[in-house]
């Protein structure tokens, strides 16, 4: 009787160590060797990172995308975000990541979105206040749904994205787009009245 195959593990990526390293300072996937050689656990724990944060195909393999990621999860300091004692909602646009902040902890977060493209898109930094929610707005100008929409300055606010989050080759025409899940976690938190903390300058824009 032939011995059944072993089950194949994850391949390894081009920027194995550079996410092994940035999902050890992340601190939540599960333990992790800084070696650049792939393991079981290392698979175990890059695809949980992977499912999370909406990257495709989430098969454990470490490659730029993923890195990408990580990197900019584990860069974001809550402490850039002037929040007060309520609750706040930050975008960094230099690391392309939100956050909720609750007297002076992070309740939510961080977690990837992708704001404003370059060509007089970009989503501007400031101070505002969520002005205006709905569950599922329709966009005039472009004609599609926006889901879980949270706005808060000019035609901009927070939604569901339409499209894979991890296109860099494009952003949104202003407003800071989420995955599913945290786009539904931010609007249960949020209300008409909420400070929202635009902070920094999106790569490239």
């Not at 977060?109 to 704001?115: C, K, L, Q, S």
């Not at 499209?163 to 209300?191: E, F, M, Q």
């Amino acid at each position: 009787m032939k011995p059944k195959p072993k089950p194949a593990g994850c391949p390894t990526g081009e920027r194995q160590r550079d996410v092994e390293a940035a999902l050890v300072d992340l601190g939540s996937f599960g333990p992790i060797t800084v070696d650049g050689k792939q393991s079981p656990a290392d698979c175990k724990a890059i695809k949980s990172f992977q499912q999370r944060y909406g990257i495709s195909p989430a098969e454990g393999r470490a490659g730029p995308t993923t890195a990408g990621v990580a990197k900019r999860l584990a860069a974001t300091d809550p402490a850039k975000c002037r929040a007060g004692t309520g609750l706040t909602f930050c975008v960094d646009l230099t690391n392309q990541t939100v956050f909720a902040m609750r007297g002076g902890k992070v309740i939510l977060g961080p977690t990837v979105t992708r704001t404003g493209m370059a060509g007089g898109y970009q989503t501007p930094a400031g101070n505002y206040k969520i002005n205006f929610r709905n569950i599922k707005e329709w966009s005039n100008p472009y004609e599609v749904w926006l889901p879980y929409w949270q706005h808060f300055v000019d035609g901009m606010g927070f939604h569901e994205t339409t499209t894979y989050i991890h296109n860099g080759a494009i952003g949104s025409h202003g407003c800071v787009n989420l995955l599913p899940a945290d786009a539904r976690k931010l609007w249960s938190l949020g209300k008409v009245g909420t400070p929202v903390h635009v902070y920094g300058r999106r790569p490239g824009t």
